[in-house]
């Protein structure tokens, strides 16, 4: 970046875009889902609505978000250009959300309202790049974290209005096209000269890595699926209120983007422990007296799920030469996930006894699969179990890659370990001398050490 101004600026209107894009796309997702349940209810139609809601819909989404990692690979455009094929699709989008909320027909309403789920998935594909292009890797989970949450607690503000009738009314598609044009003017606004430029970590892509990691993510979010499923019958009985439940979503999302800035390995380990409480509800019996504060809870334990899927395919994208299409990769599988867990959830909600072993059949399979990724992502094998030793350049893209170090924090390291003084690095690097002693906090930090005499001697002893 050329200065800490513009990174945050970025920083807070890249969160804007993720947060009024979520507000507006989300919003209308319940409104096409509304019109369609009173649909199915008023016709007596035979139609299970959590497999379509949570099951069939993300499934679509997913067809988006490959569209989004294959357009960008095919293109390579840059954010200037590439933004606008997102502000035409968004647009597309917004005309098709009219026909989904006022139509009463059921196969028309289905069938526009999956497409448009598809338009989402590309959507959201493309702002997941746009974190990575334009932001280092300490702020993006914060940054995404923050967006989810405006969109969530939006969503909920929104549904007060008219009694709690807002979202299923016509009128709401003036709101969506009123939030769609605040998202273009703020793309204007966006410092194009500030890309992130990892290129000097970058090696040749590892398809094992992704593998393994996607493969994590997915179970991750099958046995999150299996465990909760949000039935949509709690809405319609009136003992939760999604909206609401969603705006709960925001307390997970900003604690597991905070943590996730701090340590990616700790977002891991938040992921794997909060996948105990999809398990646990598989021991339990639902009731209407407590399932709103399930929704909640369920909702909260989400967003360690959410911000990580997101963040560590980022991170990989980071490491590959022109692998920015590799972004919205984590929040594909996760999404392929999602729709697995639910589809498995609503077949065997019946069975309880097969639902509990089922899902304890994949809790294990997940725990064992995240090991591997942990030790793929994060943990360095030794150079003494290699054919050769480290170079130089090994050693410290390798340091820098277990510490988990941002963009700017991999250009101070090595300044640090030649020695220079605060204020020589930022006649470097060109930014102001509290900007290096934020990042050598940070290095230390991460590192484990608590001074730089400690940090040299811990550089030195790295194999």
Known sequence: ???????????????????LHFLWSGSSYLSWLYNLL?????????ANA?????????????VGILS??????????????????????????????????????YYPVLCIGLFTNILIGFETGYYLIMITELLPGNRRGFAFGLGYSIGSVGSWILSLIGEGNFLKSNYSICVYVFFLLIIVGIFHLI????????????KELDKKLIAVTGVAILMLCIVKGIGFYFPLADITTGNASLELSRAFYAIGLLLAGVINDYKRQFGAFACIGALAFPFILLCLTFSPTYSFY?????????????????IVFSDISDRTPNGLFLAPLGLMFGRLGDALGAIIGVSLSDTRTVLVFTGAGFFIITIIVCFFAFLKLYVTVPAATKEHSMSAEEKLANYTIYHDLSVREKEVLPLIIEGLT?????????VSENTIKFHVKNILKKTGCSNRRELLRNYSEYH
């Not at 009173?38 to 035979?46: L, M, Q």
């Open 38 to 46: 009173d649909i199915i209810e008023v016709n007596h139609i035979s």
């Open 294 to 310: 399930l929704w909640i809870l369920g909702y909260v334990f989400t967003g360690f799920y959410a911000v990580y899927r997101v």
């Open 422 to 430: 605060n204020s020589e690095i930022s006649n470097i690097l060109f």
């Open 191 to 202: 410092d194009t000269n500030t890309f992130i430029d990892s290129s000097a970590q970058a």
């Open 68 to 105: 989004a990692c294959i357009f960008i690979k095919k293109t390579g455009m840059e954010f200037s250009k590439s933004s606008n094929i997102f502000i035409l699709i968004s647009v597309v989008h917004l005309i098709l959300i009219f026909p989904s909320i006022i139509a009463d027909s």
């Open 50 to 62: 959590d497999i379509i809601s949570e099951g069939i819909a993300y499934l679509f989404q997913t």
């Open 1 to 19: 970046m050329n200065n800490d101004y513009s990174l945050k600026r970025n920083t807070f209107l890249v969160s804007l875009i993720i947060g």
